[in-house]
């Protein structure tokens, strides 16, 4: 049997990818699982931030060459006007975030019923892929040898392993030559050095900050954790962080300074509008007495100002078992806007597997449908024309 097209990986973008392929086309998806999907399902809490209202390429990191385009194509819009026409109705949260109604098991569903013409074939690990004499693709699994036309790799990055993924994207990327980049963990929480061990008296306490990393600026909710910083504005912060220092303002907006000057007689820690917990805990860490305001000396106020410029260099990340992507992937230089290979015909890449990771916010399941369904639609055409 040889299939016309084989896609490794039934997570987004493989499913968005199989979905869009024409009836005619004999398509088989092999999956390591044992049920698809596996990162909608756990996603955004269990209801899986589809999308963004504001979707950009700003809002992405890696090799952003086709990203601009790939969205144009297929955008949060054309997104969401997709799920609608299919009875699901995504709703907005916070302004800007696309929520499943009720659950992430919705979207799944919507896929599954999209993608019933096609085979698929569960609990099936791709082990490498090759290509003949005859220029067909032998993709090796734990089930053996299948053959198809084109392999379209949407096999993910490398993050939670307990849900299946593999860097598999990269050994194939090697053994075709194809430049790539190694995947390391992102959006995930940060590991402390033991001067700023003090934060772990504070787990389960979070507040409203802006981080400085790397020339860019990044507001949102800090999470104190058992093992160092987390929260929204902590995984965005580890995408662009590589080793080095980082500013927390744990007061943006605010000027401590003038509001502990008018405070007078009353505590510090009374006066600045922050749980008071980590109040305490800063003060102590700075070694400033928690004392009345107006008993403060010129040079107090001083150090009570790194509340807004606390600068460390955190120890590292949580690593892939809880990082929601991988940064890093196959360069997309390799591939053309279609996401097939320059040099490999018929070899195409997707999703999380390609060097561009987006931002917390649906970035990427985005990123993973809209490069899907340009792929999708480069097959289908390509087919036509033969
Ligand atoms: C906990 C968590 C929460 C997240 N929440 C969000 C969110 O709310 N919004 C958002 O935009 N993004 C979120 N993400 C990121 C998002 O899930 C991924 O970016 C997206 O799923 C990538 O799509 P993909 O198709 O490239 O890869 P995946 O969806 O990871 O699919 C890859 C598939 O390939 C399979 N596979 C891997 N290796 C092999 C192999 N060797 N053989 C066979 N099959 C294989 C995997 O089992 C998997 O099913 C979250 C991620 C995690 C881990």
Redesign the pocket.
Known sequence: MIYDVAI????????MCAARLERTQHVLV????EK?????A???GGK????NKYVDKRNYVGNLKYVHETLARFDNKALLAYLQNRGLEPVLKKGRFYFCPKSAQQLIDLLKRETKEKEFLLK????AVTKDANKLFCIE?SRGVFHAKKVVI????K??PS????D??LEIAKSFQMAYSDFKPA?VGLTLQREQFWFKTLTGVSLDVAISVNGKKIAGSLLFAHRGISGPVVLNTSLYWKKGEITVDFFPGGDVETLVRKGKKRHISSVIPLPKRFVKAFLEHIGLEDKACNRLQDLEFKQLKRLHAYTFAPAGNFGFSK???SLGGIDPEELYSTFESKTIEGLYV????LDVT?E?????????FSS?VVCAEDINSKSKNK
């Open positions: 490794i990986g039934a997570g987004a973008s493989g499913l092999l999956e390591g699982n698809v999907g596996a990162k909608i756990v996603s955004g899986c931030n589809i999308t099936t690990k791709v082990h699994t949407a096999s993910g990055g993050s939670f849900l299946g993924a593999t598999v994207a959006l990082a929601e992507v997707l999703g999380e597997a987006g917390l916010g649906g970035y990427n399941f985005q990123w993973a899907a």
